[in-house]
């Protein structure tokens, strides 16, 4: 499932919504992005991020499908908010459910790496010395390629 | 034809979608990012150095040599970083 | 933080005290583990797990610190339940924070390999033919081998 | 001498703890196990396949090798399954 939204979400309640009445789960896995207030030792007072109505949320099911097929997933759950956001705001939730543990943590991984550089958002950072758009970094184009090629 | 900008490309050209009709011979991305770069100095700067520039025509991720016509939506952006 | 308990435990309330007030997190992984209904091709009706009071927490210090030691990490916790539970219970949550998302992940998958192996709990599954205890398996040690040896 | 069983060992032998007294000649877990042995065909069982069996002294994880003395907590019981 893929939510884009400019609204918080509650971590304890999306998981449980996997989980609720599935009693093949066996392992859940999540990672959640936070706003963190240094970047390049500059304090952020917030950072607001853009992104591409439409054409987000489809390439957030791509991401999902292509993990699907890696991995014998039961379910999966991409949430990514947009907006003005502050340090300690939660950002984006990766979970998934399957039988297995592996087949959860490395796909969360892997969701939250191909995420980095093929979800259609831009960050906007605040500071004291005014606004800055935060660059792609080569680290996150070697963590999406560790994965492969997307099998489309 | 519809145009999107988003991140750096957009602060530098000054909006994030326009609608134009840029001439028939232009039939693919790089031409119309050619033609692009001289309607101003906003566009010369973001379109500048075309190895950071990632393009979507309706909505799929392509590339400079990507076709296009008429009726496409096409966005230009920097790199995205999401997550 | 460890804690052991028979109680239920809200994955939302545990993983927010992780990160509230905490602005230099970037990165929160997060793996649960819950009780499957189907063992072997049996239907099972509960599980019981057993442990060692005392030594368990030691143990769970223990298998904290050594993930402390090899990734940047701001927080762990690792919460594991002891007792009577049924298919779809929550057994074990393990989560880190860390500035960096790879350190996050990593750290729980390796906690949760650790904890298969390395933590005195010991299983005891229910089902129509009767109770069975569970039996280690060669892959949970080849999961935890991975990871190298203990560095004390 | 506090001994306690977990598991599978402790379903064979028929109870989790009990305070023993063993002869002072015993020195190692591995003699003290087939001293534990001879008490019945419960302990026979439990203790038959010492390759299943993982050791604890005095909570810390250890081997049959291991010194043992007469305040000493000994565990015996099968591969741990956690998590």
Redesign the interface.
Known sequence: MIKVQEEDFDIGTELAAMTDGNHAVGGQGCFV?LVRDMANAEQISAMTL???P??TE??LASIEQEARSRWPLQDVLII?RYGRLEPGDR??LVATTSAHRDAALESCHFL??W?????????LETSETGEN????RDS?DDAADRWGSDAT | MQL?Y???V??RIGKGRESLDPPAEIADVRTLVEWLKQRGDGYQSALEDLTAIRV?VN???TDLDAPITVGDEV?L???????
């Open positions: 992005g853009e992104h591409y439409g054409m489809k390439q990514h950002i984006v939250i790496d995420l980095k550089t093929k979800a259609p958002f831009w960050k758009w935060v660059a792609a996150d | 999107l988003f991140g750096w957009k602060t979507a909505q799929e991720m966005a952006f920097p790199p995205m970083t999401g997550g």
